[in-house]
């Protein structure tokens, strides 16, 4: 008989469905991860409610409450997911059972496998208690689908990464004390930034910063496509730090854990020793990421006699509603282009002055070539998010010839949009789920338990 086949008939073949089983057990059965979800719920139910009565935060733009609810549930996903990964094999050597746990057929890096897919679970169950939250704030069926896909997927990327974050610091890690500090000092050194104030975001480190951070980059991610409505191949580089934290995180999942699986952890330092060239290679990408993203490209003056012309005057709309219209730019024809057609918003009234990306996808378009009429028509959009008075004008320019040269622009006239308060939150909307989904969480905790109670039961009483 070959040494392959005796490795083959000694161990199981699927090891780390065995460990992922009775991880997912304890997890479930034992109640924890339901109690995780009941609190969840309360937060999100609590949040919706104060949308719907809270006078002042009722004014809160849709595609913000939104933003803000799936921001809160990365945080929390994200937070639990970490915690879960720190206490994987730390826990078992705190409890003493770490030794029957490598004494078992299971390979090692099964062991690892099973563990932290059992700590992942937690996040889909999430996703789903959050849907009927997202689906109540959400201003449309669109904006609830995208929102709710483009959650999924990149949290599943950044909360993936955290958790096995956390299952590399406990590998290494001899108590649970060592191990969920060094975790949440790490998530905090992530978080700090992501709560610092637009201005110290500001300039080149701030650019890096933000990129660099893979739980800042999520966020700016989620942000720009779900409120200011970009379109996805514009923020694809947001994503580049969270996909290398992912892939590194699994590396040494697959490389690095398994060998470090042992009574005795070797500690946080051996863990950077041996990960020094995939930190050396992150930061090289996370530079590169930030050398390629597409810089905000400043306007130059021009010189010509350019006319602009809009198809819309005034408007009367409600909070969430889409403004369409088309700009028609007439050129001289002395001019060869290209031609720049850029769309500002101010505010008339005495709110705050208004940031125009937050309210069209579409700041600029070039006009690379004219019709035979030495015309060009260009769409719009714009979406009203804000209660108030605006007026939205359009600025035509054409791009200097040379250095030395310049250009004047020329404006539109005016888009007079008067944009009322419309929030379809409602207490008798939100009271149903804020209540109900709490309780049915509870009554499948108490289902659950009291399953494990009779089958603990009859097991003493057999």
């Known amino acids: 008989m070959t040494n392959e086949h005796k490795r083959s008939e000694g161990r199981p073949k699927a090891g780390w469905r065995i460990v992922l089983r009775s991880e997912l057990s304890d997890l479930w ?46 945080a929390v996903g994200l937070l639990f997911g970490l915690v879960l990964g720190a206490d994987t094999i730390s826990g078992e050597r705190e409890r003493t059972t770490i030794e029957s746990l490598l004494l078992t057929p299971v390979r090692r890096r099964d062991v690892v496998i099973g563990k932290y897919l059992a700590a992942l679970s937690p996040w889909p169950a999430a996703m789903a208690v959050a849907g009927g939250y997202l689906l109540l704030i959400a201003p449309d069926g669109a904006t609830f689908v995208s929102a709710f896909v483009w959650t999924g997927f990149v949290g599943t990327i950044i909360v993936a990464a955290f958790t096995g974050f956390g299952v590399l610091v406990s590998v290494m890690s001899a108590t649970n004390k060592a191990s969920l500090s060094t975790s949440l000092l790490v998530y905090i050194l992530f978080f700090v930034p992501t709560q610092l104030p637009g201005s110290a975001q500001a300039g080149v480190v701030g650019e890096l910063i933000r990129r660099v951070n893979p739980l800042d980059a999520v966020n700016q991610f989620l942000d720009k496509l ?9 923020l694809v580089s947001w994503l580049v730090s969270p996909m290398i934290m992912f892939v590194l995180v699994v590396l040494g999942l697959g490389l690095v854990a398994p060998r470090a699986l042992r009574l005795d ?39 010509g006699q350019l006319t602009i012309d809009v198809d819309l005057s005034s408007q009367e709309v409600k909070t969430g509603d889409t403004i369409n219209f088309q700009t028609r730019v007439t ?19 005495d709110g705050d002055p208004v940031d125009p990306e937050d309210w069209s996808p579409l700041r600029a378009q070039t006009i690379e070539q004219v019709d ?18 605006y007026l939205v004008y359009m600025v035509a320019l054409a791009s200097p010839a040379s250095a030395g040269e ?13 944009v009322e308060q419309f929030f379809r939150i409602n207490p008798g909307g939100v009271l149903p789920l804020a209540i109900g989904m709490p309780l049915a969480l509870s009554g499948l905790l108490y289902g659950v338990s009291r399953a494990r109670r009779r089958t603990i039961d009859s097991e003493v009483m057999n």
Not at 331 to 349: C, K, Q, S, T
């Open 226 to 234: 779900l409120v200011s409505n970009a379109a996805f191949d514009e």
């Open 331 to 349: 050129v001289p024809e002395d001019e060869i282009g290209p031609w720049i057609v850029a769309m500002n918003i101010v505010n008339l009234g």
């Open 265 to 303: 952890p070797p500690g946080i330092g051996a863990l950077f020793a041996r990960g020094r060239g995939a930190v050396v290679l992150a930061l090289v990408m996370c530079t590169i990421a930030l050398a390629t993203a597409s810089p905000s490209q400043a306007l130059q003056e021009s010189t």
């Open 29 to 74: 059965i034992g109640g924890k991860a339901i109690i995780f979800l009941i609190l969840f719920s309360l937060l999100l139910g609590v949040m919706a409610f104060l949308f719907a009565t809270n006078k002042e935060l009722s004014l809160t733009p849709p595609a913000e409450a939104l933003f803000l609810m799936v921001k809160t549930t990365l």
């Open 406 to 418: 310049t250009s004047q622009p020329v404006s539109s006239q005016g888009i007079h949009l008067t």
């Open 372 to 389: 035979a009429s030495r015309q060009a028509v260009l769409e719009w959009e714009v979406n009203a998010i804000i209660k108030g008075d």
